[in-house]
């Protein structure tokens, strides 16, 4: 048995045997180069376009749809990136406080190409009122971009109500769906979305290949040049081990997509509840997010008179792997940009750490990683 516990999904998951499986023929028999004519690139090119029907049956669109990129930092670039330049990078942009850095980095790279950009706030729980964003609607106003879960929080942000307004106003709306998808069922064209961002490692699939969906009223600027893959929509040769085992892994999450929940549901139930017993009552501050509209598998805490650097390091040392917020952050231990748009003390703040659950942890695991967490929280507070 693995002594550690790796308690930070949110952040990547380790690849699905059976993901493996179906890459490996695509790594060792069928290399062949999508662009190429002989029978090798053809079944190059016919694996890839299988790869995108089978993603995008799971959104409920045509394969023709999905644009095939590096992972979820990409899409979410190309689909802000690529708009804003099909309009000479002129207008305004509407997004909140709390994105991904994908999206605030790339939001900040329009404004400096000369966009507007409008940053909404949001309320404790990080949840953005669809009211603020039809107030934020200007006459050049061409794109909206919001996630549909926090990947720090988990909580869930009112994606049918924007999507409803960005369809009234003829506003494109872009949803990076990193967090969530493989959590919960999405479909762009019921919400009203017009661009939707995934990536692979966060649902056992493999690192390096995520997808955009782009709905065929969206005319995209590709973002980097050399070829005419994707429908000339983003250039570069195919990863095809990547596009077959990410569609592996997008079936398989699909498949099991009530299950999982309920377990991950149960899991973050049992750490809360473990600690809660194993600890002094005021020794948790807060659970940080919001606890109706959220995702099952992220638990966001903040402990009393405890550094988050401090507990993460203890942490790893005693055999439990968590994370201070975004894997793309936490590592330089920077408060969390989120937190402070939540309106949260500087002690929340610093204190606060991310457990986030998979299937493959157990019940067992999770019970011993709350009660080394209880341990250590009483040996740093001594």
Same mark, same amino acid.
């Given at each position: 048995?693995? !002594? /550690? ?10 690849? !699905? ?17 999508? !662009? ?42 190309? $689909?802000?990136?690529?708009?804003? $330049? ?17 999206? %605030? ?21 990080? &949840?953005?009122? +669809? ?5 934020? /609607? ?20 009112p994606i049918a109500e924007i999507g409803a307004i960005a369809r009234a106003a003829g506003v494109f709306f872009h949803v990076d769906a990193v967090q969530a998808f493989g959590s919960m069922k999405l479909e762009p064209v019921e919400l009203g979305i017009d661009l939707l961002s995934i990536s ?11 997808? @955009? ?38 079936? %398989?999450?699909?498949?099991? @997509? ?7 549901? &149960?899991?973050?139930?049992?750490? @809360? ?6 600890? +002094? ?12 509209? &959220? ?12 550094? $988050? ?35 949260? !003390? ?37």
């Amino acid at each position: 048995m693995n !002594s /550690l516990i790796y308690l930070d999904h949110a952040a990547s998951t380790p690849v !699905s045997r059976e993901v493996v499986e179906k890459m490996l023929p695509y790594m060792t028999e069928h290399y062949g180069n999508p !662009s190429s004519i002989h029978s090798f690139g053809r079944a190059a090119v016919v694996a890839v376009m299988h790869a995108r029907d089978r993603i995008g049956a799971a959104l409920k669109v045509p394969g023709k749809n999905i644009v095939l990129t590096s992972g979820g930092t990409e899409s979410d670039n190309l $689909a802000i990136l690529g708009t804003a $330049a099909k309009r000479e990078f002129q207008g305004h942009v509407i997004t909140s406080q709390t994105e991904h850095h994908a999206v %605030l980095h790339a939001c900040k790279r329009l404004e400096e190409l000369g966009v507007r950009v409008t940053y909404l706030p949001v309320d404790e729980s990080g &949840r953005v009122a +669809p009211e603020s964003v039809k107030q934020a /609607l200007e006459p050049d106003t061409f794109l909206i971009t919001m996630m549909v879960a926090n990947n720090e929080t988990g909580t869930l942000q009112p994606i049918a109500e924007i999507g409803a307004i960005a369809r009234a106003a003829g506003v494109f709306f872009h949803v990076d769906a990193v967090q969530a998808f493989g959590s919960m069922k999405l479909e762009p064209v019921e919400l009203g979305i017009d661009l939707l961002s995934i990536s692979s490692h966060k649902i056992s699939g493999p690192k390096g290949i995520g997808a @955009l969906y782009v709905s065929d009223r969206v005319k995209l600027k590709p973002q980097q040049f050399g070829g005419s893959q994707e429908r000339n929509r983003r250039a570069g040769t195919e990863n095809v081990p990547g596009a077959v085992g990410f569609a592996a892994a997008v079936e %398989l999450a699909m498949e099991t @997509l009530n299950d999982k929940s309920s377990k991950l549901e &149960r899991l973050r139930t049992l750490m @809360l509840q473990t600690l809660r017993i194993e600890l +002094p009552e005021d020794a948790i501050i807060s659970v940080n997010g919001n606890e109706e509209h &959220r995702l099952p598998q992220i638990l966001n805490l903040s402990f009393r008179e405890i550094t $988050a650097e401090t507990m993460l390091m203890n942490l790893d040392m005693a055999g439990v792997a968590a994370a201070s917020g975004s894997a793309c952050t936490s590592g330089s231990f920077q408060p969390s940009h989120v937190l402070e748009a939540m309106g949260l !003390s500087q002690e929340r703040i610093r204190s606060a750490i991310r457990f986030s659950f998979g299937v493959t942890n157990t019940e067992e695991e999770i019970v011993r990683a709350a009660k080394i967490v209880a341990t250590v929280c009483r040996q740093i507070r001594k």
